[in-house]
C-alpha cells in the first residue's frame, strides 16, 4: 500500500470559481417547492465546475454583498404584505441589480411584486418595485394546475400554477412563453411569465429549474459571463430532468 496522497477530486479539478446566489425572503416567499430553484441552482453549478455559495435574505437582514444570481419564490397574499415595506426599502438595490443585467428569477407572489403593483381582491394594494413593466390585479378566480408554454429562448417549459391574481404585461417586458396548457399570467392573452434584461419571471411553481434546465443554465451562465467574462460549461446530469419533464407533460391539467 502506498502512503501517497490521493488528489481530492476538489485539487483535481480546480474550481472555475464562486457564484453567489441570493434566495429573497425565503421565510414568506416559498410555497409549492420554490427552495427546489436554488437547490437546483446550487447543484448545476458544481456540476459545471463552478462553486456555489448559498444566502438566504430575509426582511431586516443586511443585504449581500457581491450577489450574482436572485432568485425569489411565491407566497400567499399574507406573505406578499408582510415583506412590502423591506421589499420597498430595497427597491433601488434590486433595480440596479436588475438594470445592471444580474441574472434573476422571481416565481409568482415575487413575480407580481417585482412589477408595479398587485391589487389584492380582498382590498389592499400592495405596491411592487416596478422592476417589471407589469400590473397585477386580484381575481375571484383561481387558477390552478399545470402548465405548459412553449418559449423561443427555452423551449417548452412547465410547471404548475396557483394564483389568483392576474398579470397584464406592458410593452417594457416580453412574455416568458405562449402557454398550451393552462393560464399563465392570465385568464385572456395566453402569455406566461415575464422576459427583461436577465430577469426570468414566471408563474410557475414545482418547482420550475429541476424541470426547466435550460432556464438554470441561462442563469448560470450569465452570471459566469458578467463575473468571469466567460462560462466554461461542464457536463451535468439531466437524466432526472429528462424524466421529470416526461411525467409533467403527460399529467392532465
Ligand atoms: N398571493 C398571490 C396570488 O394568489 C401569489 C400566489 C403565489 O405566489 N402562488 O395571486
Redesign the pocket.
Known amino acids: 500500500m502506498t502512503s501517497e496522497a490521493q488528489p481530492t477530486p476538489r485539487e483535481a479539478h480546480p474550481s472555475k470559481g464562486t457564484l453567489r446566489v441570493v434566495q429573497l425572503y425565503p421565510r414568506e416567499m416559498n410555497?409549492?417547492g420554490d427552495w427546489g430553484n436554488a437547490l437546483v441552482l446550487q447543484q448545476r453549478i458544481r456540476w459545471h465546475g463552478y462553486t456555489p455559495e448559498l444566502l438566504e435574505y430575509n426582511v431586516g437582514d443586511d443585504f449581500p454583498e457581491d450577489v450574482d444570481i436572485l432568485v425569489g419564490g411565491?407566497?400567499?397574499?399574507s406573505g406578499?404584505l408582510v415583506i412590502q415595506d423591506d421589499l420597498q426599502a430595497r427597491a433601488e438595490q434590486l433595480k440596479q441589480l436588475a438594470d445592471g443585467g444580474a441574472p434573476m428569477l422571481v416565481i409568482?407572489?415575487l413575480y407580481?411584486l417585482f412589477g408595479k403593483f398587485f391589487k389584492t381582491s380582498t382590498g389592499p394594494t400592495i405596491p411592487g418595485i416596478g422592476i417589471l413593466d407589469v400590473e397585477t390585479h386580484?381575481t375571484d378566480e383561481r387558477l390552478i394546475g399545470n402548465v405548459i408554454m412553449k418559449s423561443a429562448e427555452f423551449g417548452d417549459i412547465l410547471g404548475y400554477e396557483?394564483?389568483?391574481?392576474q398579470t397584464t404585461l406592458g410593452p417594457g417586458v416580453e412574455p416568458l412563453g405562449t402557454v398550451t396548457k393552462g393560464a399563465g399570467n392570465n385568464s385572456k392573452d395566453g402569455h406566461e411569465g415575464a422576459r427583461y434584461n436577465n430577469v426570468v419571471a414566471s408563474y410557475l411553481?414545482g418547482s420550475l429549474l429541476p424541470k426547466n434546465p435550460a432556464i438554470a443554465d441561462f442563469l448560470i451562465r450569465t452570471a459566469a459571463e458578467r463575473k468571469f467574462g466567460t462560462f466554461v460549461p461542464g457536463t451535468p446530469d439531466d437524466d432526472y430532468a429528462r424524466l421529470a419533464r416526461e411525467h409533467a407533460a403527460r399529467r392532465p391539467r
Open positions: 410555497i409549492y411565491g407566497g400567499q397574499d406578499q409568482c407572489g407580481q386580484g396557483n394564483h389568483s391574481g411553481h
